[in-house]
């Protein structure tokens, strides 16, 4: 309920009459303190009582329910100067609430239907409280608190509200929901996830001196690396015809292939339709290793010193096809390739995929290889690496006061996704929903990030939108946070335009692991899904003293419990060039 169309927008300006002046239609208060409080009614009826005593009859302006007052014909009331048509003024009565049991989701809207300017206030249930849709930093209010406003709401001159959630009829077809059962990891902290979430918990970073001679002379030679020789983690023959990013991917999906309870070998083995499942991996340019090596090889031993295996070993798309010969997937295997946000997007491109009955089930994420010496001298040019001693801690400091760039980095991050009625009938292990995900791009610079974030924010609000949730479900953020000075304040500025100012426990792994470029958004989905399952926030690796400009609830020192008042998690990557992404993760039950 709100103004009603008939009420005429004139200023109101309080003067006082006496009572006997006063006639239906009336915009009428007690007393100028009535009248300061914004406290009117309309009069709807008068009627003499006594020679000296008129009884009117008063209703809200906005609607509710009508009482009467016993005024002598000299007594000084206060009118507004304008009068309303008293059968638009609606007859309404606030409802009992006491015996209704409340879900999340339902609505309460309360009007306060006796100053005739107000505007209706809605609140939603969620995770047990109630929040008002116009201030999300608010705190909730309680079942009572709402059965209270209902009970006085006539007394008060308020109008309440109760709108169950609606409940939806069963469709024959339609977006199926999402589930996350299977994790894979290769990072500068280790082989397997358990290596990636122990250093977590633990604060150790994976960045390390570049010792081969290949690197001497670079003003910085510092990176994320893995610290074993993924092709001795494969058969000798395979790992010859795969780039190192591909190896990354390989590992990374076998380990989360049997993560989600399928058998080793692949599809068949699995006793899966090899056309029901897909691969979705993001990659910038792979391993650009390859390229490099066969133009230096074509210098020094001619055409005859370059491999056949150079053109296909080059491609950004070999990670995804190796996961597919792999595990023998035919359904598809896809590349995105957006810059930083390249796994991000890859994960919500297989989601929609599987969403819409495209496929049941996805390998998704990303792997990157480009701890090269062009790759690291073209980003000193930049001025965007960071330097310093890893031995001393790590050199990428997130949202700090010190940061000033960069970590380049490698590694390779996978996710099983797959519909969550093909998960529960074979009663696979759940551990969270991917429950939606959102882009935008800045169009603002080949490489900076636009200051004000508005990018950011549309892409967080598209991610929280696809989930079907709202800013106050988001319990925590895995932020992209590179730890260069213009990017962490531009996601810094967009969360808290989005959250509210809530105090969301945020945090950022690129001091523990360097910028794993177009692999980052797959490895910090994995992380974040390992938040979700076990309610534990990793600390912020390389933040000793938090930027005042961010703004943020960030975790630093150690890990902390998840909170419990929502339901949400946003894993966020940015890229050059403007390419935004963001993933919602859902907890299940």
């Known amino acids: ?36 409080q914004d406290r009117w009614h309309v009069v709807t009826h008068t ?50 609430l006491d015996g ?12 306060r239907a006796v100053d005739p300017l107000a505007e209706e206030v809605t609140y939603v249930r969620r995770w047990g409280a109630w929040h008002c849709d116009e201030d999300p930093a608010a705190s909730g209010a309680t079942d009572d608190d ?27 077809a339609g977006a199926r929901r999402v589930v996350v059962t299977g994790l894979g990891a290769v990072t500068p902290l280790g082989v397997g996830t358990g290596e990636l979430w122990q250093g977590l918990l633990e604060g150790r970073h994976g960045i390390r001196e570049l010792a081969d001679e290949e690197f001497d002379g670079l003003p910085v030679r510092v990176a994320g690396t893995v610290p074993v020789d ?24 076998r380990e989360a292939w049997a993560d989600a ?28 290793s390859v390229l490099v090596g066969g133009d230096r090889r074509l210098r020094d031993r001619g055409p005859r010193g370059v491999s056949p295996l150079t053109t296909p070993m080059t491609v950004p798309s070999q990670a995804a096809s190796q996961v597919s010969l792999d595990l023998h997937i035919t359904g598809e295997a896809r590349t995105v390739t957006s810059a930083c946000a390249s796994g991000t997007e890859a994960i919500g491109q297989a989601v929609d995929r599987i969403r819409y009955g495209r496929v049941d089930v996805a390998l998704a994420g990303g792997a990157e290889a480009v701890v090269t010496p062009a790759i690291m001298a073209s980003f000193a040019a930049m001025r965007a690496l960071a330097e310093g001693d890893p031995s001393a801690g790590s050199p990428s400091h997130p949202f700090a006061k010190d940061r000033d760039g960069f970590v380049n980095g490698e590694g390779a991050g996978v996710l099983v996704l797959e519909s969550e009625e093909h998960a529960r009938a074979r009663g696979a292990r759940i551990y969270c929903e991917a429950a939606g995900w ?3 791009a800045d169009a603002h610079h080949v490489a900076a990030p636009d200051p004000s974030g508005d990018g950011i924010a549309l892409a967080l609000r598209r991610a929280v939108r696809d989930a079907g949730g709202r800013p106050a479900d988001v319990v925590h953020v895995n932020a992209h946070a590179t730890a260069t000075v213009d990017g962490d304040l531009a996601e ?62 960030v975790v630093r020192g150690g890990p902390r419990a998840l909170p419990d008042t929502g339901d949400l998690v946003l894993s966020n990557s940015f890229g050059f060039g403007g390419h935004n992404a963001v993933l919602a993760l859902r907890r299940v039950a």
């Open 47 to 96: 009627l003499p009582e006594t020679p000296e005593v008129i009884r009117v009859t008063l209703r809200p302006p906005l609607g509710g329910v009508d009482h009467e007052e016993a005024l002598r014909r000299d007594q000084r009331v206060v009118v507004a100067g304008r009068r309303l048509d008293v059968a638009a003024v609606p007859l309404v009565s606030s409802p009992a």
């Open 261 to 288: 309870g399928y058998a080793g070998g692949g599809t068949r083995e699995s006793g899966l339709d090899p056309e029901r499942v897909g691969v979705s991996l993001g990659s910038i340019l792979g391993d650009a």
């Open 1 to 36: 309920m709100t103004h009603s169309p008939e009420t005429p927008e004139v200023p109101i300006r309080p003067h006082t009459v006496t009572a006997a002046e006063v006639v239906p239609g009336d915009l009428f208060a007690l007393s100028r303190e009535e009248a300061a």
């Open 146 to 172: 709402v059965r209270r406003w209902a009970a006085g709401a006539d007394r008060e001159g308020d109008v309440v509200r109760h709108e169950p959630r609606p409940v939806r009829a069963a469709e024959a």
């Open 230 to 253: 993924p092709a001795g983690l494969l058969p000798r023959q395979a790992a010859r015809r795969m780039n190192r990013a591909a190896q990354f991917a390989v590992l990374a999906a």
């Open 438 to 440: 959102g882009l935008s």
């Open 100 to 111: 209704v049991q409340f879900r999340d989701g339902d609505r309460v809207r309360v009007l």
């Open 492 to 553: 810094a500025r967009a969360l808290r335009g989005v959250l509210g100012g809530r105090g969301v426990p945020v945090t950022a792994l690129k001091g523990h692991l360097g910028h794993l470029q177009g692999a980052a958004g797959g490895v910090e989905a994995v992380a974040a899904v390992l938040t979700l399952h076990h309610g534990v926030v990793p600390p912020t690796v390389g933040c000793a003293e938090v930027d005042d400009a961010i703004g943020l609830d």
